[in-house]
């Protein structure tokens, strides 16, 4: 389960990611993240991974509140997470 509530994020450069996104996902649904440029995907997918920590409101995933998740726990949070990119950064001298 993914809940955001009320969530905010402003870059200290004041420019305004998210502002006041309500999301719930269920548990085994499965949704896709669209919109244009700049219409915070990338945001809203760092806050997911605890790349990133909101300006306010609060982010539920399953058991963990990424509102108040300690730094040194957030690789344990990241082991049971993928997430899928569109921009594939492979290496170049390797094979799949």
Do not use: W
């Amino acid at each position: 389960m993914i809940e955001f509530r009320n969530v905010k994020k402003t870059y200290p450069t004041g420019t305004v990611a998210l502002k006041g996104v309500n999301l719930h996902i269920d548990d085994g649904e499965f949704v896709f993240i669209v919109g244009h440029s700049g219409a915070g995907k990338t945001t809203l997918t760092k806050l997911l991974l605890g790349e990133e920590k909101a300006t306010s409101g609060q982010i539920l995933v399953g058991k963990y509140n990424l509102t108040t998740i300690p730094r040194r726990r957030i690789p344990y949070y990241r082991r049971q997470r993928g997430v899928v990119c569109r921009d594939v950064r492979l290496l170049p001298n390797k094979a799949v």
